[in-house]
């Protein structure tokens, strides 16, 4: 189970991290909007495999305190 959510599948993970987490995609998402150079592994039936936060849906805004810029 995901470590915040504790309702999903924790099906991914974080190799710069210290510790042995696992977490949901949309939490995953949410710890490391501030850390986008972070290694991601996502668990794929058998074993965990490279992934990366722009390919879980992660857009880095690079201004407005990580926010996309306002209307």
Same mark, same amino acid.
């Given at each position: 189970? !995901?470590k915040y959510c504790?309702?999903?599948?924790g099906? *991914?993970? !974080?190799?710069t991290?210290?510790g042995?987490h696992?977490?949901?995609?949309? /939490?995953?998402?949410?710890a $490391?909007?501030?850390l #986008? *150079? $972070?290694?991601?592994?996502?668990?794929n039936?058998k !074993? *965990?495999?490279?992934t990366?936060? =722009?390919? =879980?849906? /992660?857009?880095?805004? =690079?201004? $407005?305190g990580g926010?996309p810029? #306002?209307?």
């Amino acid at each position: 189970l !995901c470590k915040y959510c504790q309702s999903q599948e924790g099906l *991914f993970r !974080c190799l710069t991290c210290s510790g042995d987490h696992a977490w949901c995609c949309e /939490y995953i998402l949410e710890a $490391h909007k501030s850390l #986008p *150079f $972070h290694k991601m592994q996502q668990q794929n039936g058998k !074993c *965990f495999s490279d992934t990366s936060l =722009m390919q =879980m849906g /992660y857009i880095w805004h =690079m201004v $407005h305190g990580g926010c996309p810029c #306002p209307s």
